[in-house]
């Protein structure tokens, strides 16, 4: 296949067999976009599973904190209370078994991005499979799109969730963004989307389970990250120990949540646990948690 003068300029910018730390990588790519329009970047993880044994899939949606810059169309399965729920958090499309019928029938168009469903809708989306299964649209529970909670389902996937399955060949590949974004944004939804991976590791996976990651924009060639440079980086930025159990915070705006965020900063770990900023130490100093806190320590 024949490249464009663009793309051999942008290749021949850098070394393509080189692995690169996370910035430097982001940097990389945003600094040899060529498109006219604001295209997405992606990462693409390789990994070490064997795709065929059901056991080994891996499967879910992570959060992005500053999302990926798409205006994501909803469409949801639900009836009464909970149409109106997702109507009020912003869902492009509701309905129930006419719409079902619409969609099979080809008269409605599946120019959308992601489909829920109420539990007691499945038995009509149930039949959507042949429709909505080749373009990774089926609704489903460990993904998150069957649920209850529709209106809080729907925010999240307008405010930047993600869902993410591997292929037939053991990678996973999603948006974490778009190239208009600074790098320090792109580089928050990276550490979210490459701590979230790590974690998804199945129990029955021997051997080595990231083996390799890759960034890369719409039009772009992937650039390669060094995956023991990330691993740290993601350690760096997404401290795993919290608070000493039966510590309680309330009344300081700060929660139990792996993505919680103190003046925009990310918690820090130190010592088992995280360092908390010292403008937050000053309204907090004298509380019976905080010294047992200092105590743990």
Avoid: C
Avoid at 70 to 87: I, L, M, N, P, T
């Amino acid at each position: 296949m024949a490249k464009s003068k663009n793309r051999k300029n942008v290749e021949g910018g850098f070394d393509r067999q080189t692995y690169y730390g996370p910035e430097e990588a982001l940097g990389i790519l945003r600094n040899f976009s060529f498109a006219k329009f604001d295209e997405s970047v992606d990462i693409a993880f390789r990994l070490g599973i064997d795709a065929r044994q059901a056991d080994q899939i891996v499967r879910g949606t992570v959060s992005l904190p500053n999302g990926t810059g798409k205006d994501v169309k909803v469409v949801v399965f639900a009836e009464s209370d909970q149409a109106r729920e997702a109507e009020e958090a912003g869902a492009d499309l509701i309905g129930g078994k006419d719409l079902a019928e619409a969609m099979q029938s080809g008269k409605q168009s599946l120019n959308f991005d992601v489909v829920i469903a109420v539990p007691s809708m499945m038995s009509v989306v149930g039949r959507l499979g042949p429709v909505l299964g080749p373009r990774g649209l089926m609704p489903n529970p460990k993904s998150g799109t069957v649920t209850q909670d529709v209106g809080k389902t729907v925010a999240a996937f307008k405010a930047g969730r993600v869902e993410y399955r591997n292929d037939r060949y053991g990678n996973v590949h999603f948006p974490i963004g778009r190239v208009s974004f600074e790098v320090e944004t792109l580089l928050e939804n990276l550490a979210v989307a490459a701590d979230e991976i790590i974690r998804s590791r199945p129990a029955t996976t021997k051997g080595k389970f990231v083996l390799s990651a890759t960034v890369s924009s719409t039009m772009g060639p992937g650039v390669k990250i060094d995956y023991g440079l990330l691993e740290d980086f993601v350690k760096s930025m997404m401290p795993r120990k919290w608070a000493p159990h039966g510590t309680t915070m309330h009344g300081t705006g700060i929660y139990r949540d792996r993505y919680s965020k103190i003046e925009g900063k990310w918690l820090i770990q130190e010592t088992g646990y995280e360092r908390i900023w010292e403008d937050f130490q000053a309204r907090t100093e004298g509380s019976w948690w905080r010294t047992r806190w200092d105590e743990k320590k």
